[in-house]
């Protein structure tokens, strides 16, 4: 670990010791600028030191700063016209920002990494794979191995890091509203739940689910199905995963339902962890 690293993790153990509660929070707005309301209106009920947001589904020169500025925020984004695109909002300045795998804008914008108050984080949208038997599946799985590769080289296991978004993977059965009908969908294919587990291993901890058991508790509830969110047709794609030095801090976490009962909502909701 790098002098700059070990300096980060300590400060992210000061911050983790002096504050009462640390709140960070995910959600895909399946656009910025449509869901501009429903977020802002977020922020100020619920106050989080940090929103990681996916789908922002424009380019940086349209991306609507000023608004969560005047909210009292600071943003980073990395954006592209029409799709994928993803932001921070943080209460405290983002250091040390990213922009992709490798720092730089020459890929889809999936990836935003930064530091604030010496926690790591990363905010992505992984690929969503459009069919099995498509390109774009592959595409997905080898996402998630350099995903992997990019923890290795890059992070360590033993500082508080936080991995969270939309990552387009239901883990596990009780994570989707009929698992055996569903068995072998996109999001729910055993090939894309194995490559998830493989970047859990490095050393990662799903704060919701170390929290919070039971069945029926999804963050995604499809557009296309009639009546998704009333019978509750959901699936769990959006995760806050954290190192266990981290999460061993973690004091809950939650759905909130509300946001996608708004009117012109996103088809997703947010997820909330708390910290101590």
């Known amino acids: 670990m790098t002098q700059a690293q070990e300096a ?3 400060r992210g153990h000061a911050l983790l010791t002096e504050a009462a509660l640390f709140t960070f929070a995910t959600f895909n707005a399946n656009s910025i600028r449509s869901r501009l309301p429903i977020i802002v209106d977020w922020l ?41 695109g993803v932001a921070v909002i943080s209460r405290e300045e983002p250091q040390n920002v990213r922009r992709g795998f490798d720092g730089g804008d020459n890929e889809e914008a999936r990836i935003i990494r930064a530091t604030i108050a010496g926690i790591e984080i990363i905010n992505s949208y992984v690929p969503q794979g459009t069919a099995v038997d498509s390109p774009r599946f592959q595409y997905k799985l080898d996402w998630f191995k350099r995903f992997r590769h990019l923890l290795e ?30 068995e072998g969908s996109v999001c729910f294919h055993p090939l894309e739940r194995a490559a998830l587990r493989e970047v859990m291993s490095w050393g990662l901890v799903d704060v919701f689910r170390k929290h919070n058991s039971d069945a029926g508790q999804y963050t995604f509830w499809d557009y296309r199905i009639r009546g998704s969110l009333s019978r509750n ?7 806050i995963m954290a190192t ?10 939650y759905i909130d339902r509300e946001p996608r009962l708004a009117e012109r909502p996103s088809d997703h909701t947010f997820l909330v962890a708390e910290f101590e």
């Open 44 to 84: 100020a009920r619920h106050k989080p030191d940090v929103l990681c947001v996916q789908e922002t589904k424009c380019r940086d020169e349209d991306f609507p700063a000023g608004a969560f500025r005047d909210a009292g925020y600071c943003v980073v984004f990395h954006g592209e016209k029409s799709y994928n």
């Open 233 to 239: 047709l959901g699936w769990r794609l959006d995760h």
């Open 8 to 10: 980060r993790r300590e």
């Open 153 to 182: 080289t890059e992070y360590s296991a033993t500082a508080p890091l936080v991995w969270t978004g939309d990552l387009n993977v239901a883990p596990e059965p009780v994570d989707v509203y009929d698992p055996e009908r569903l």
């Open 244 to 253: 266990s030095t981290l999460a061993a801090r973690s004091a809950g976490a």
